[in-house]
């Protein structure tokens, strides 16, 4: 895989990682648990993820932790003496070359307002998008700083140079890192950005909810992050506060400016500023990845790049059922197409509150396009689940919109998607846009937004349907009325799994923002005791716990569980 992986990119300089050699890759078993079933949705060989190798905790996680590792004189690894930032860093000057040196303004926001993105404040920092990344400035690059291409790589056609992605790792002040959270954003960040020689930047994005003056107290600032974060993820670390994104986007309301309905809003300014990144990835802390993290988020990207924009929102609305709707570029097209008829999405919709900034359809109907429009193109929105019509779905927080509105307009008509669990790849692109649409005062919950704005621009959105399980034996006809039960087979509208008091549908799904199966597979797979099975006693008899390649939401507090714990995730109702 690693040869493969340097035929197909730019000259490429192997980085070192905490043990002071070059990064190296982990240990996988080919073969699968047996009886281990399909999933339920989505699909391995769709996404072209080998669902034959399987993944245990130590040759998984014990370069980052689990195991005891030695660093290149013998001694084992003090993690406290690691700084990932600066590991990261020194791997990005080894390979500036590969990566562009000029990066564009944000287009969108030009003329939308009459001033600066924010106004002046009164402290030492210049203005709040500054303030933000204070933490991060070693990581912007002028043009200036590396010189021209030609200098680093012989190479002067700028059209060579790749694309470079943010990870933002979502956290917040008060949070207390457990020894697994700690193994997990090393293994993040080693295989992310150090293995694939800066392509990623990982950063540790942390909210701060202390009521504390950290932009003009430099002191202040460096309290709050000494106590905020491990040691060795300081050098890596984004502060951001609500207050600074008041300031930034002046005409949003208090409630909409909260995190809750704005968790995008940090990601935005974060962007404005380091303009190097092409996409950036909103990623929950709770969440885990049984597998390779550069390989399964390649695949996902593969996929998204591969669809074409015929039908796609219609497939985005609907969980991707193999048993029920068979092979999912012949018959699953075939039936969305015959289920949607006249009403597919074709181009940005026609609002008078909205200027599309998205490329318009080459042809006057989708049915006249034989599949071909936009294959090949990035998409510029990634979403790991279904992008649902929340209108009419009875989902809490489908009536969240501010702004979008006119004299002829009223805001509670703007057609919308969410999508549940916000772990997403963005482009700068829509980035911006959303950025731009906030300057002015509109703006929808954060479960929304990323969707809501590709689709009224006529920007490009892919849900890739990766492997979700389930605990119980539904078949694919039960499947497709539970959770594509709303009108014509999609998730959303009326009937949605997502409504208020159906979403105990999702209790023995492997991915959702309440769910039992991912608290109990992981404690077992890193040898805790969980529901009677797992622990030290138990894999005396059956050995340690292997898994397939799999995404796992919610996991809180991962850490060693007492004889005869049972986890629960249980719904706030």
């Known amino acids: 895989m690693y040869r493969a992986w340097k035929s197909s990119h730019s000259a490429y300089t192997p980085c070192l990682g905490p043990t002071g050699r070059e990064v190296e890759d982990i240990h996988v078993f080919k073969g699968h648990p047996f009886r281990f079933p399909e999933p339920s949705f989505g699909s391995y060989e769709l996404l072209g993820i080998d669902k034959n190798l399987c993944f245990e905790r130590s040759t998984r996680l014990g370069l980052y932790g689990v195991a005891p590792a030695e660093d290149k004189d013998g001694p084992p690894v003090d993690w406290e003496t690691v700084n990932w930032g600066e590991l990261q860093s020194q791997c990005l000057d080894k390979n500036k070359g590969r990566f562009a040196t000029a990066y564009s303004a944000n287009i969108f926001s030009d003329g939308d307002i009459g001033s600066p993105v924010a106004t002046e404040r009164e402290h030492k920092a210049d203005r709040p998008v500054d303030s933000i990344v204070k933490n991060t400035k070693r990581w912007w690059a002028p043009k200036k700083q590396y010189g021209s291409l030609t200098n680093m790589t012989g190479r002067t056609d700028t059209s060579l140079t790749e694309p470079k992605s943010a990870v933002l790792l979502r956290s917040y002040t008060g949070k207390n890192y457990t020894e697994n959270d700690k193994q997990v954003i090393r293994s993040i960040v080693a295989e992310l950005s150090l293995r694939t020689g800066g392509q990623y930047q990982v950063f540790l994005f942390v909210h701060v909810k202390e009521d504390r003056d950290i932009w003009s107290d430099d002191e202040a600032y460096e309290e709050v992050l000494d106590a905020a974060v491990p040691v060795e993820f300081k050098g890596m670390t984004v502060l951001w506060d609500e207050a600074s994104m008041k300031l930034v ?325």
């Not at 909103?282 to 969440?287: P, R, T, Y």
């Not at 769910?515 to 099975?533: F, K, Q, S």
């Open 249 to 573: 986007y002046p005409k949003l309301s208090k409630e909409a400016i909260r995190v809750h309905n704005a968790q995008f809003l940090p990601v935005q300014v974060f962007m404005q500023k380091l303009r190097e990144f092409d996409y950036v990835w909103n990623w929950e802390l709770d969440s885990r990845l049984i597998g390779h993290h550069y390989d399964f988020l390649t695949k996902l990207v593969d996929f998204s790049r591969k669809q074409p924009r015929k039908g796609l929102w219609e497939r985005n609305e609907r969980f991707y059922i193999p048993s029920y709707h068979g092979n999912y570029d012949t018959a699953f097209r075939k039936s969305v197409e015959w289920a949607v008829g006249q009403d597919s999405i074709w181009g940005a919709p026609n609002l008078p509150v909205v200027n599309p900034t998205g490329p318009k359809p080459p042809l006057p109907a989708p049915e006249l396009d034989r599949y071909e429009w936009c294959v090949g193109e990035e998409a510029d929105l990634i979403t790991l689940s279904p992008m649902f019509n929340p209108i009419d779905s009875n989902w809490v927080l489908r009536d969240q919109v501010w702004g979008y509105q006119s004299d002829v307009f009223p805001g509670k008509d703007l057609p919308r998607r969410a999508t549940i669990i916000t772990q997403a790849r963005l482009s700068r692109k829509l980035v911006d846009v959303m950025h731009a649409g906030n300057l002015k005062g509109n703006h929808v919950g954060s479960e929304m937004v990323a969707p809501t704005t590709a689709l009224i621009h006529g920007l490009k959105a892919v849900y890739a349907p990766m492997p979700v399980f389930f605990d119980r034996p539904w078949n694919g006809t039960q499947l497709a009325r539970w959770f594509n039960g709303g009108p014509r087979g999609q998730s959303g509208g009326l009937g949605s799994a997502m409504g208020w008091g159906r979403e105990g549908r999702f209790q023995g799904a492997t991915w959702y923002f309440r769910a039992v199966p991912p608290p109990r597979l992981y404690n077992n797979w890193m040898g805790y005791e969980d529901t009677d099975v797992g622990g030290a006693e138990w894999e005396r008899s059956h050995g340690r716990p292997c898994l397939p390649a799999m995404f796992l939401h919610p996991l809180k507090d991962v850490r060693p569980t007492p004889k005869g714990y049972t986890s629960e995730s249980r719904l706030p109702y």
